[in-house]
């Protein structure tokens, strides 16, 4: 695993002093969904398909489950391989509307392998065709990933990577993470560049833009 180096920047529009891993942020990580990915249930599972999708998506709020609800409406049906499932039962786990459905255990919005439409999140693929970041359409804690941010309410913030710690028990007994080993150390440009939109929205353009410019620097 790339070794953590924390370094500090100050946001000059709101005064947040931000410690960062720039360890992680300078290495080359890139995701390797479907070239490699394990997956993150307690036995090796790159055949599939799940990526992180293997468990439902935890939901902000109500706000973010109105959200998620009002695009799954719009999503196109050739690009949704369970929108009839979901029709029938639901997109939410149960009424909460705290976490998305889960079926043949992977989430609901989860395209398999073979799917004519494309696997993968039927989210991002429609974000993608429609021309829009998938970050603006994905619930926050699918495209935060591999990365974690805690405000400490003092004005210090830290971003760092995301661990096997985060998930608790589950983190345990997870055969393989991303963020651990070389596997995914396959990038042509430093972490901070290939989650440059997700680096943005995290910790606001100034920041982000002193974090890109030292990631490049090592």
Known sequence: MVAERFESFVDPVDGTRWSVDMGFLSSRWACIWGAGCQGILDEPAEELGHGCCSVGTELFDEDE?????????????????????????SIFEDEQRKRTNTVDGACV??????????????LHLQALRDGDRPIDVKPNVCWQLPLITRRQGDGTATLRRW??????????????????????????EPTAEFLADELQALVGPEVAVMIRQAAGEN
């Open 65 to 89: 489950a109105m959200l998620v609800s009002a695009l799954a409406a719009m999503l196109d049906n050739d690009l949704w391989q369970l929108r009839s499932w979901a029709d029938e039962h």
């Open 109 to 122: 919005f989860l395209n398999r392998p073979g799917f004519d439409g494309g696997a993968g999140c039927a």
């Open 163 to 188: 661990g096997r710690d985060d998930r608790g028990a589950a983190g345990t007994a997870m055969a393989w993470c991303c963020t651990e080993g070389g596997n995914a150390q396959v990038g042509t």
